[in-house]
């Protein structure tokens, strides 16, 4: 008797496992919707562009929903794929509050100092998912030397997932300083 009982036990457990498998058809939790997010996205960073006040060289509105307003123009070759990048930034909300900085006197100042943080250029491999897709986005469109400000769409940052001072699906804006490739 409990010889066959082992096999059906077995089949049991396998079964168990693939309900907690990722791909399960009868998971419904609703997908991310890109679309949506991106269209309420777009009307809030329409109207704060009708309102900021950004110096600019000029704007650059990329089809994926990402502005990058440029602030000085750079020279040299745009990054491609593995460039490394280093850049200074700080990231900040609509309402101007900020987020994360590689400025160590910007994070003094934001009250956002963490001693275990080394404030320094931030680098990154260009293209390589290393950081949110907004910045890859953005970055190609810079030359080295390039200052600007990205404005990132909920879908190219963190989407509706909640990040230390990051609310979900928050429109990201980040001053840039982009300093160098490698």
């Known amino acids: ?31 991310y919707d890109v679309e949506a997010n991106l269209k309420i996205d777009n009307v809030k960073i329409a109207g704060y562009l009708d309102t900021a006040r950004i110096d600019s060289l000029y704007r ?11 602030q ?9 794929t593995n460039t490394v990048i280093y850049t200074d930034y700080t990231g900040y909300l609509f309402d101007k509050k900020i987020f994360e900085t590689s400025i ?50 909920s879908p190219w940052g963190y989407r509706d997932k909640e990040q230390n001072r990051i609310p979900a699906n928050s429109v990201l804006i980040f001053k840039i300083d982009f300093l160098g490739i490698d």
């Open 1 to 31: 008797m409990i010889k066959r009982l082992i096999p059906i036990l077995v089949m049991l457990g396998m079964f168990s496992m693939m309900a907690c498998e990722p791909n399960n058809p009868f998971n419904t939790v609703p997908a």
């Open 60 to 70: 650059i509105h990329d089809p994926s929903g990402v502005v990058i307003i440029l």
């Open 72 to 80: 000085k123009e750079g020279v040299g070759t745009r990054p491609t």
């Open 104 to 153: 160590e006197n910007v994070a003094r100042e934001a009250d956002i100092f963490n001693d275990k943080v080394i404030y320094a250029p931030f680098q990154f491999v260009f293209n390589t998912g290393t950081v949110i897709q907004g910045w890859d986005i953005a970055f190609r469109k810079l030359r080295p030397g390039s200052k600007a400000v990205f404005i990132i769409p």
